[in-house]
């Protein structure tokens, strides 16, 4: 296997790969910048660089401003990153993690997407762990007490989860405290996952962490449902790390690209 991955990079084109390192410079600089900034992000010479943008400004993927003499990405660059975006179903993408994911920890996984009411459950993976019953495909999980809530609560602005939490609570009565809810973020946002055992399934413990997008927002929670009785400190951990990984791998398939 060594032998064909070193046979495959020796095909590649190395021109096209360093032209990719000038546009990833551009990307990373997160505005105009100076040909030195370019060459010191692409780690080339000055000499390099400029033969580089030269030939990216030909084809439009690269441009410099008349004015100041700075370069950007250019509108063949926009075109291009806004056609990716428009095909892009992130949901579909991924459910392809899934049956992995439920193959290395042996449990049934699942993914949520934001809907009007809070996290639907829009896919299952069942893995070889019996629970004690089931939930639908469709279904709508409450916001504060379910693992998937609680990712979107923290990381989804107030805006959005703020009347799903008035709709649960219909008589005007807080049931949970903002000192709590705001516990709960802390500790979300801390660990990167979420834990709740008996929320909507008796008897079981449910891991969720969260994808985010290229703007940062976030579409969709993975989800890791396992007996409660099999939940141990050990075991939780390593599943845990296998869905860290699997929500990262996800997030970095569809273009986020975490700031520094």
């Not at 973020?185 to 985010?212: I, M, N, Q, W």
């Amino acid at each position: 296997m060594g032998t064909e991955q070193a046979g495959d990079a020796r095909q590649g084109i190395q021109s096209v790969e360093n032209a990719m390192t000038v546009l990833l410079a551009l990307e990373r600089g997160a505005g105009p910048m100076t040909l030195t900034q370019i060459a010191e992000g692409s780690g080339m010479q000055l000499s390099k660089a400029h033969r580089y943008l030269v030939s990216l400004s030909r084809v439009r993927l690269v441009s410099q401003s008349p004015s100041s003499g700075l370069y950007d990405l250019g509108p063949a660059m926009r075109r291009l990153g806004a056609e990716a975006l428009r095909r892009m179903d992130e949901g579909s993408l991924a459910s392809e993690y899934l049956p992995g994911l439920r193959d290395r920890t042996k449990h049934s996984v699942g993914l949520c997407v934001w809907g009007q009411h809070g996290p639907v459950l829009i896919r299952m993976e069942y893995g070889g762990h019996l629970l004690p019953m089931t939930v639908r495909i469709g279904t709508t999980l409450p916001l504060v007490t379910t693992s998937a809530g609680q990712v979107f609560l923290a990381y989804l602005p107030e805006s959005l989860t703020e009347p799903v939490l008035r709709a649960d609570q219909p008589d005007g009565r807080q049931e949970i405290s903002g000192e709590e809810l705001e516990r709960i973020k802390d500790e979300v946002r801390r660990d990167g996952f979420a834990v709740t055992t008996d929320a909507v399934l008796p008897g079981v413990t449910v891991v969720s962490a969260p994808v985010f997008t290229t703007v940062g927002s976030l579409p969709l929670a993975v989800v890791i449902a396992m007996p409660k009785r099999q939940a141990t400190p050990s075991v939780l951990r390593t599943v845990c790390a296998e869905l860290l990984k699997t929500t990262e791998a996800i997030s970095a398939e569809v273009g986020y690209a975490p700031k520094p």
